[in-house]
């Protein structure tokens, strides 16, 4: 049985947070449809609002605290990512972007990425197809074709049957094929890791 990761990136700020919820949502029809496939599905569920002042610190210093590079770590060795903002403003909230600006460089590139975002009005929806679409194609990663907004409206009438459950089940099915076609990831590379064995270290061998 193949083993998939899926990293579920949420930037809502508030306790409970609808943007959580879609988020959660999402992660769950990929893994129900990877689980079809076959697959051992882990999701790694990140709460951005648990990491912002660490972001901050990171963009100030350079460096990320423990918590967070741990965090940044997860996702650049996820198969597959769902990211989550609330539209502020007509685009992603700071939060978002500030965590994605120190996500490490090409860590994204080849990523299968389902994006959503929810909003107080349908208006905010064209936010994911001007603002959070474009930030991840500039990445590198492999935006798939359905991303997912739901307005408080789409909630009210959640009942199982709804417009936003049928596109929360297409979004997922499309992460979970994309996610299965590609090979399971290896993770981040380890910039300390020795590339020769000490036994050639002390002979005196040059790798080069």
């Known amino acids: 049985m193949t083993r998939r990761t899926l990293a579920v990136v949420s930037a809502g700020l508030g306790q409970p947070s609808s943007t959580r919820l879609l988020a959660d ?10 689980v079809g496939r076959g697959a051992d599905v882990e999701l790694r569920p990140v709460d951005l609002r648990e990491h912002a002042h660490d972001v901050v610190n990171h963009l100030l210093t350079g460096f990320a605290p423990t918590a967070l590079r741990r965090t ?6 996820a198969d597959g990512l769902i990211a989550v903002t609330p ?7 700071g939060l978002f972007k500030s965590f994605f600006d120190v996500v490490d ?17 349908a208006r905010h929806s064209l936010a994911l197809e ?16 359905t991303a997912v907004f739901a307005a408080p409206e ?5 009942d199982g049957d709804s417009a936003l459950r049928a596109r929360i089940r297409r979004a997922g099915a499309e992460l979970a094929e994309q996610v299965d076609r590609r090979p399971a990831t290896s993770g981040p590379a380890d910039p300390f890791a020795l ?14």
């Open 195 to 208: 590339t020769t064995d000490f036994a050639a270290l002390l002979a005196g061998h040059d790798p080069t």
């Open 87 to 93: 539209i502020f403003n007509a685009s992603y909230n």
């Open 25 to 34: 949502q999402l992660a769950a029809a990929a893994r129900d449809e990877l």
């Open 154 to 158: 789409d909630w009210a009438g959640d």
């Open 130 to 145: 001007h603002a959070v679409r474009p930030m991840f194609a500039y990445l590198r990663a492999v935006v798939l074709p």
């Open 105 to 121: 460089r090409d860590a994204l590139a080849g990523t299968p990425v389902l994006v959503g975002a929810t909003g107080g009005t």
């Open 72 to 77: 940044l770590d997860a996702v650049a060795a």
